[in-house]
């Protein structure tokens, strides 16, 4: 390597966290839209607006098992006066009603039968007594029942014509029972992202491969690849980048033909077997920003190559983790077509002090609890950013400020969650 290449990997413009993000958003682009079977459809991300086909519901529904009947004909009813009703039929699911109601008629019916025509209201099974008359069956009645009890009117829930889904829904359970009501076997949704995902390191091993002195096995290309389907995308697993230059810009390159963008861990700080940093540097592609103001993960590192995107993360899990959370992830949803692509930021006390001082904003991995009505939040075991164990543990991000003497406990503080 030149003399002057070496002086250039240490010179980096910091950026804030919200600029890197800015700068990131101006290059994300939705992948565009596939039909899917609404079996696979689960977890998807609608692409187009879905208006309903048809009222719901599009008969008359009975909200109860009992008896349908004209309201008027209850008029008076009391158990001194009790009026009766001949039984003319029997109504259940998914039947037709044959005959109309009477003033001095109803119709056996079960919860979500037709309503037959001429009645407006169903009395509960439980408020009648059953009789047999001269061979007919009938009830009676002794109390008035109000127009519209027990029954649900065409289009109650949703009018012919609604926008029921909107474009950039994820489609969870009950956006799938919707769909199916409306008779939507197929769904247009966003194209999900592939991720190609590579590891930097000499000192990495494979998974499977027994433990020797000075190695590690490769557990963030796993983490990033639970990370990335968590987020909808489809990862790649593509092995370790060797600690040659040359090489290392090859495979990258080379994944862009396979995956939508790149995500790497490790090879990003300004050692001299830190080899992303010497990719970035004579690529052809344009780097968005190669220094962020915070901690863990400072070194993260981001770029676009033909307009596709190639990330390089800390080899430090936990700055790795916090890498994903705040610059990967967004893209994922993105590429999707979700608005909502950053975690939810809200307020809470913190449960337990936290003296460390730095000069850039720190990410901290936390647990969050309800007490006495309150939100608390409060780091969760060690902080250092090579530590793996907290990360399972953590279900927010606490934003730590710069500066300072840190942050008292009791303080209210802000935090991104994680789950939820």
Same mark, same amino acid.
Do not use: H, W
């Given at each position: 390597m030149e003399k002057g290449a070496s002086v250039n990997r240490f010179r980096r413009n910091t950026v804030q966290?919200?600029?890197a993000q800015r700068r990131i958003e101006q290059h994300l682009r939705p992948l565009g839209v596939e039909q899917v079977s609404l079996e696979n459809a689960y977890g998807r991300t609608l692409a187009e607006d879905v208006f309903a086909p048809s009222h719901m519901p599009h008969f008359r529904r009975s909200g109860m098992d009992g008896f349908a009947i004209m309201s008027s004909s209850t008029k008076g009813a009391s158990p001194e006066s009790p009026v009766c009703l001949e039984v003319i039929e029997h109504i259940p699911c998914g039947f037709v009603p044959t005959k109309a109601v009477s003033?001095?008629?109803?119709s056996r019916i079960m919860t979500g039968a037709m309503v037959p025509e001429q009645a407006d209201a169903v009395i509960m099974l439980e408020m009648t007594e059953e009789s047999e008359k001269e061979g007919k069956t009938c009830i009676s009645i002794r109390k008035e029942i109000p127009a519209g009890k027990n029954l649900t009117p065409i289009g109650d829930?949703?009018?012919?014509?609604?926008c029921v889904l909107q474009k950039?829904?994820?489609?969870g359970a009950g956006e799938t029972a919707l769909l199916a009501t409306f008779g939507f076997h197929h769904v247009h949704v966003c194209k999900r992202p592939t991720i190609a995902i590579f590891a930097t390191g000499s000192e990495l091993l494979p998974v499977e491969a027994p433990l020797t002195q000075g190695k590690i096995r490769n557990s963030n290309s796993y983490m990033l690849?639970?990370?990335?389907? *968590?987020?909808?995308?489809?990862?790649?697993?593509?092995?370790?980048?060797?600690d040659e230059a040359a090489k290392a810009q090859s495979l990258v390159l080379e994944a862009f033909s396979q995956a939508d963008f790149v995500v790497t861990s490790g090879g990003v700080s300004v050692g001299d077997y830190d080899i992303l940093v010497d990719l970035f540097q004579n690529w052809d592609g344009e780097m968005l920003f190669n220094k962020v103001a915070m901690r863990p993960g400072s070194p993260t590192t981001a770029g676009v190559w033909n307009e596709q995107f190639l990330f390089a993360l800390s080899g430090n899990p936990g700055a790795c983790f916090v890498g994903f959370e705040l610059f990967v992830r967004p893209v994922i949803l993105g590429m999707q077509g979700q608005?909502?692509?950053?975690?939810? *930021?809200?307020?809470?006390?913190?449960?337990? *002090?936290?003296?460390?001082?730095?000069a850039y904003p720190r990410y901290v991995r936390g647990k969050s609890y309800v007490s006495e009505g309150k939100l608390f939040v409060e780091p969760v075991g060690m902080d250092q950013s090579s530590v793996t164990v907290s990360i399972k543990d953590s279900d927010c991000l606490i934003k730590i400020p710069a500066g300072g003497k840190g942050v008292q406990q009791g303080e209210l503080i802000s935090a991104l969650l994680l789950k939820g």
């Open positions: 966290v919200e600029e003033p001095k008629t109803a829930e949703i009018t012919q014509g609604d950039g829904t994820k489609i690849q639970a990370l990335i389907r *968590e987020a909808g995308g489809i990862p790649l697993l593509m092995g370790a980048i060797p608005s909502q692509r950053y975690r939810q *930021e809200c307020t809470a006390f913190l449960g337990k *002090e936290f003296s460390k001082v730095n």
